[in-house]
């Protein structure tokens, strides 16, 4: 009797979390007690202005210390100019601590604004706002506003999409193949697109300490296999009935035009609380216009 050499399960896991166990031991290390290591040179400091909402007759900016050092904010300005503010809890900050600073101002909507933090060794950081729109609130009036843009945007163009389904039952299966592999080749341009906007985005907003191309090339990674995975897992369940399979396709299509349409909703908020209404109007009716091509992925293969 010959006796199977395939490790269990378990064993097939831990072989390969534990390098990455240890990794995440050794940066921690670096970061922690070891972190004298690191000290080749003169630490400078850094400061990020994160968020500035405009609320009546005050700024509110939300800072992040992302630099390797404490630093106490000591002055904050409007356009150049100084003006009193406040700053909750206090105005020193540790590393990666954050901080509201509140300044009185009577601001003006859709007028430019450039929103000043000076630290104690007079270093200033900026953050320039191309036109000052009113913080968005959570309540029912937002909320429903929002729910009828993406019934509007996701919803709607999809079940068009899907009145399709006659239409592709009816042709060869190589134009059915057409029709799908332009569906298919669709949604690779907008992840490409996506992708590119988000090392773009990254990179504007986010600290460099965060490392913005490692960040989105992470959550790339990591959703591309959460997806992979449960498309493995639909697939085998659809292996055992031919009426299965095609509704586990539509099935794995659905859930990642869910995902590409979750994204379209943030780019669309985004938009709006800017205050770029002129371009919240071309995103709404070009995701209209593109979903419209998701109903017929869904309708493809049923």
């Known amino acids: 009797m010959e006796l199977s050499n395939k490790p269990s399960k378990g064993k097939l896991i831990a072989s390969g979390i534990i390098p990455f166990a240890f990794l995440i031991v050794l940066v921690a290390y670096i970061y922690g007690p070891g972190s ?51 700053i909750e809890p206090d105005r020193f900050l540790e590393r990666y601590e954050t901080a509201l600073v509140r300044i009185p101002f009577n601001w003006n909507e859709a007028e430019p604004y450039i929103i000043g933090l000076t630290i104690e060794d007079g270093t200033r950081f900026e953050k320039e706002i191309e036109a000052a729109a009113p913080a968005l609130e959570f309540n029912l009036d937002n909320v429903g506003f929002f729910a009828i843009i993406g019934t509007y945007v996701g919803i709607i163009p999809v079940i068009i999409g899907l009145l399709w389904l006659p239409f592709i039952k009816n042709i060869s299966k190589n134009k059915y193949n057409f029709f799908l592999a332009l569906t298919v080749g669709l949604l690779i341009f907008l992840g490409i697109d996506a992708i590119e906007e988000a090392l773009e985005v990254s990179e504007e907003d986010l600290a460099h300490s965060f490392n913005a191309v490692l960040l989105v090339a992470t959550v790339v990674i990591l959703s591309f296999l959460g997806l992979y995975y449960m498309t493995e897992k639909l697939t085998s369940r659809s292996e055992s009935s031919n009426y299965v399979k095609p509704f586990a396709i539509a099935l794995m299509i659905s859930i990642g035009i869910g995902l590409h349409n979750f994204g379209e909703g943030l780019a669309i908020g985004a938009a709006v609380g800017r205050g770029a209404i002129a371009f919240s109007a071309f995103l709404i009716v070009g995701f209209t216009l593109q979903n419209a091509s998701e109903g017929i992925a869904i309708a493809a293969p049923l």
Not at 61 to 84: C, F, K, L, S, Y
């Open 36 to 86: 004298d290591l690191l000290d080749l040179g003169v630490p400078l400091p850094e400061i990020t202005i994160e968020m500035v909402n405009f609320v009546d007759s005050e700024i509110r900016v939300t800072v992040r210390n992302t630099g390797p050092i404490p630093v106490e904010v000591v002055m904050a300005d409007v356009n150049d100019r100084i003006q009193p503010a406040a």
